[in-house]
C-alpha cells in the first residue's frame, strides 16, 4: 500500500469544533430582527441543544453569531469587557452598533492575517438614533452592511425567502418570515434545529426572546420519496 | 549529509479542509482620464462564489477633493487598504496644511502595496483623479504594487471583458476611424455606463449598481447608475 506521508504539525490553523448553523437578520419597519436556532453540532451529532447564539452588546446592539462556538464564546467577553470599559468612562459616549461592527471587523481581520481565525460569521444588529442598522462579519474579514443578512447555510436557502418578503414589514411580519425561513431552513439542512430564538432591535431597546419550538409540516408531496414508498401519497 | 527520513504513516491522512485568508469577492473598477476630468468607476456587487452576499457594497472611496480609489477583489483587504490610506491622507493633511496630490496619493499606495509583498493585499486598485496642473490622471496597479499612469484602465473579474474594447473606443486601437476631437466629459460618462451595463451582461461578478465618480475643476460628483440585478 502507498502511504503518504505525515502532513506537518499544525498548530494555529484550525477548525471548527461545536458550530452553529445560519443567522438571520432583516431590517423592519421601526427595527431591526436577528434569528437563529440553538443547535450546537459536533461535526454531524446535534450535540447540545439549547445554546444561546444572540448576545447583546450595550444598550443598542446584539450580535448573533454562526460558525466555532468557543470562538463565539471569546469573542461575546471580548465584548462585553469593551462595553464594560465604555460604560466605565461614564462620559455619555457609547458605541454605536456601526462601531461595533467596525470593531469586529478589524478583530477578525488581525486574527487572519495571525493565521488564526476566530471561525465565524457574525451579524451585528443594532439601532441608534432612529435609524436601523444592520451587518455581517466573517472569520477572513469580510464586512458589508445590508437590509438582509443571512449566513452559512441560511445564505443559500433563507436569503432568497427574505428577499421576496421585502422590508416594509411590521415587526409581527418580521417575526413570522423569520420563523418560516428557518422552519424552511431546517427541513434542507441537518445541522438545522427547530428549537429558535429571535432577538429584536428597535427605539425600545434590545429584546432577546428566550428559546422556543416551532412547528413542522412533512406531509408536503414533494416530501414523499416514491422511490421507496412505490407510488406519491 | 542525506535529509533525515520523514517518518510516513501507514494508514492515508483524512482530507483536512485548511483555512485561507483569501477570498474572492469579484467586481469591476474603471477610470478613465480626459484633458480636464477624470471618470472613476465600480460596481456594488459584493459576491461568494455563486451567491451575492450583497447588492450595495461601495468599491468606490474618495481619498481626497480630486482624488478617488477604486479596489476589488477581496473585500477584507479592500476595506482594509482604503481605511489605512484614508488615515494616512488624514495624517498628511494635519502634518502639511494641504491635500495630497493624485500622484503623491498613487505613489503611496504603491509603497504600501509593496510592504505586504510576501502576504499581499489581494486587491486590484485604480486612483483616478485631476494632478497637480488640473489634468485627468488614471494609475493602474497589480496587487503587490507595481503601478503606471495610463490614460483609462479597468481592473477586477470584468477586466478581460472590457480592456479590448477600451483600446478601440478610447485609444483607437486597431481602426481607422480616429475622429479629430476628443470625447467630453458627458460622452465618457455614456460610455462608463454602457460599458458596465455590458460587463454585467456576461460577468456574473458584475452587477446590482456602479457607483460612478466625476472629478473635476468644480469637485467631485457622484452618481448611481442601476444595473441588471440577476
Not at chain 1, 136 to 146: H, K, N, P, R, W
Not at chain 1, 195 to 220: D, H, M, N, R
Not at chain 2, 50 to 68: D, E, F, G, H, M
Not at chain 2, 173 to 202: H, Q
Amino acid at each position: 500500500m502507498k502511504t503518504k506521508p505525515v502532513a506537518e504539525p499544525s498548530t494555529r490553523t484550525q477548525q471548527p469544533i461545536v458550530t452553529g448553523t445560519g443567522v438571520l437578520g432583516i431590517k423592519y419597519n421601526g427595527g431591526v430582527m436577528l434569528a437563529c436556532d440553538t443547535l450546537g453540532s459536533y461535526g454531524s451529532l446535534a450535540r447540545f441543544r439549547t445554546v444561546k447564539r444572540l448576545e447583546k452588546v450595550g444598550d443598542f446592539t446584539v450580535v448573533g453569531a454562526s460558525g466555532d462556538l468557543s470562538d463565539f464564546q471569546k469573542i461575546s467577553s471580548m465584548l462585553r469587557e469593551m462595553s464594560t470599559s465604555d460604560s466605565a468612562y461614564d462620559d455619555g459616549c457609547n458605541m454605536t452598533p456601526r462601531d461595533i461592527h467596525q470593531y469586529l471587523g478589524r478583530v477578525m481581520y488581525n486574527r487572519r492575517n495571525k493565521f488564526d481565525p476566530l471561525w465565524n460569521e457574525l451579524v451585528v444588529a443594532g439601532f441608534r438614533d432612529g435609524k436601523p442598522f444592520l451587518g455581517a462579519v466573517d472569520l477572513i474579514g469580510t464586512m458589508y452592511e445590508d437590509d438582509i443578512i443571512a449566513t452559512s447555510f441560511g445564505n443559500y436557502v433563507c436569503l432568497p425567502l427574505m428577499r421576496k418578503a421585502g422590508t416594509n414589514l411590521s415587526k409581527e411580519e418580521a417575526k413570522q418570515v423569520m420563523e418560516n425561513c428557518l422552519r424552511v431552513l431546517y427541513y434542507r439542512n441537518t445541522k438545522s434545529s427547530t428549537k429558535i430564538q429571535i432577538a429584536t432591535v428597535s427605539a425600545e431597546g434590545v429584546e432577546i426572546g428566550e428559546p422556543f419550538e416551532i412547528s413542522t409540516y412533512w406531509g408536503y408531496s414533494a416530501f414523499q420519496h416514491t422511490e421507496y414508498h412505490g407510488k406519491r401519497l | 549529509m542525506q535529509a533525515p527520513q520523514l517518518p510516513t504513516s501507514q494508514v492515508e491522512q483524512p482530507k483536512e479542509s485548511r483555512f485561507s485568508p483569501y477570498q474572492n469577492n469579484g467586481g469591476t473598477c474603471l477610470a478613465l482620464a480626459g484633458a480636464d476630468f477624470c471618470i472613476i468607476a465600480a460596481d456594488s456587487r459584493l459576491s461568494l462564489g455563486y451567491s451575492i452576499l450583497s447588492r450595495n457594497t461601495p468599491k468606490v472611496a474618495q481619498l481626497t477633493t480630486k482624488t478617488c480609489i477604486a479596489s476589488s477583489g477581496c473585500n477584507a483587504d479592500m476595506v482594509t487598504l482604503q481605511k489605512y490610506l484614508k488615515f494616512k491622507i488624514q495624517m498628511y493633511l494635519h502634518q502639511h496644511g494641504k491635500e495630497m496630490s493624485t500622484p503623491a496619493v498613487a505613489q503611496m499606495l504603491a509603497t504600501t502595496l509593496y510592504h505586504r509583498r510576501f502576504f499581499p493585499y489581494y486587491t486590484f486598485n485604480i486612483v483616478g483623479g485631476l494632478d497637480q496642473n488640473g489634468e485627468g490622471c488614471v494609475f493602474s496597479y497589480d496587487a503587490i504594487g507595481c503601478f503606471e499612469r495610463l490614460k483609462y484602465t479597468v481592473s477586477g473579474s470584468g477586466h478581460a471583458l472590457i480592456e479590448p474594447f477600451l483600446d478601440n473606443l478610447v485609444a483607437y486601437k486597431n481602426t481607422d476611424n480616429k475622429p479629430t476631437i476628443e470625447r467630453s466629459c458627458d460622452e465618457t460618462l455614456e460610455l462608463v455606463k454602457d460599458i458596465f451595463s455590458s460587463a454585467g451582461e456576461r460577468d456574473i461578478y458584475t452587477g446590482d449598481f456602479v457607483d460612478i465618480y466625476i472629478i473635476d475643476k468644480n469637485g467631485t460628483r457622484y452618481e448611481q447608475f442601476p444595473l441588471k440585478k440577476d
